[in-house]
């Protein structure tokens, strides 16, 4: 079976692994970040960094949140430089989904010897 969005998670991925086999592991996840803003753009993926997106309790927005990137204004990709990638890094990155209602999400994490990363899939979608 086909996973949603598989083409651009593909493309998400060979750009995060492009980053780290020249960068490597150790760099503040800022760094990252500009490095994969690079390698998305020269791959032809749309994406918004640093996109400022509201966050609802019970139909009232409460607050807001920067998610690191909204690709193809379908996918959230949260970035992190750590490591180990954590139980809270995966919750964190699945409370993002739900409060965007985002279907499918990327967490990446840079910073260990390997790259790390997870495909989200929100079961709480609604479409």
């Known amino acids: 079976m086909e ?18 086999t020249v960068l490597g592991n150790g760099f503040q996840e800022v760094i990252y970040q500009r490095a ?7 791959n032809g993926l749309v994406f918004d960094r640093e ?20 690709v193809e204004k379908v996918i959230s ?8 990638t954590e139980n809270v890094h995966l919750a ?3 409370n993002y989904l739900e409060a965007y209602n985002l279907e499918i ?3 990446i994490n840079f910073g260990a010897n ?10 709480k ?3």
């Open 77 to 84: 990709v949260e970035i992190k430089a750590t490591i180990k």
């Open 114 to 123: 390997s790259m790390e990363f997870k495909r989200l899939t929100n079961k």
């Open 92 to 94: 964190q990155a699945m």
């Open 36 to 42: 994969l803003e690079i390698e998305m753009c020269k």
């Open 3 to 20: 996973m949603k969005y598989a083409d651009i998670t593909e493309k998400i991925l060979k750009c995060a692994f492009r980053v780290h």
């Open 51 to 70: 996109f400022e997106m509201p966050i609802f309790y019970d139909g009232i927005q409460i607050g807001t949140r920067r998610v690191d990137f909204l």
């Open 125 to 127: 979608y609604k479409p």
């Open 105 to 107: 999400g990327m967490l």
